[in-house]
Nanobody
Framework: QVQLVESGGGLVQFGGSLRLSCAASGRTFSAYAMYWFRQAPGKERDFVAAITWSGVTTGYADSVKGRFTISRDNAKNTVYLQMNSLKPEDTAVYYC??????????????????WGQGTQVTVSS
């Protein structure tokens, strides 16, 4: 069993930055590829970023490419999402998810083994 706890959300102005963290319990963190998703009010949950087990390979949604960076520290059982040049349309609840296989950014929640509870990010204009 793995528990995921997100932190680092908050209110930021247009053009600002935030760094989200997702801390995982358990000793098998490195066995999971990690993903960030977000869900804005009234919208579906969307893929944001992903990172492989070793951290060598990453992937991003087109909407965040060049502004967001995903990274992980397996020694600390933590995955990060550095968000720069934030826009009001980035406002959402951000979730991290873990999967032992590469999901190819699937939007199906059942393709992931564990989910965090989410952290709110609000970008003011």
């Amino acid at each position: 069993q793995v528990q995921l706890v997100e932190s680092g959300g908050g209110l930021v102005q247009f053009g600002g930055s935030l760094r989200l963290s997702c801390a995982a319990s358990g000793r098998t963190f490195s066995a999971y590829a990690m993903y960030w998703f977000r869900q804005a009010p009234g919208k579906e949950r969307d893929f944001v970023a992903a990172i492989t087990w070793s951290g060598v390979t990453t992937g991003y949604a087109d909407s965040v490419k060049g502004r967001f960076t995903i990274s992980r520290d397996n020694a600390k059982n933590t995955v990060y999402l550095q968000m720069n040049s934030l826009k009001p349309e980035d406002t959402a609840v951000y979730y991290c998810a873990a999967a032992q296989r590469w999901t190819y950014y699937s939007a199906n929640a059942n393709d992931y083994d564990f989910w965090g509870q989410g952290t709110q990010v609000t970008v003011s204009s």
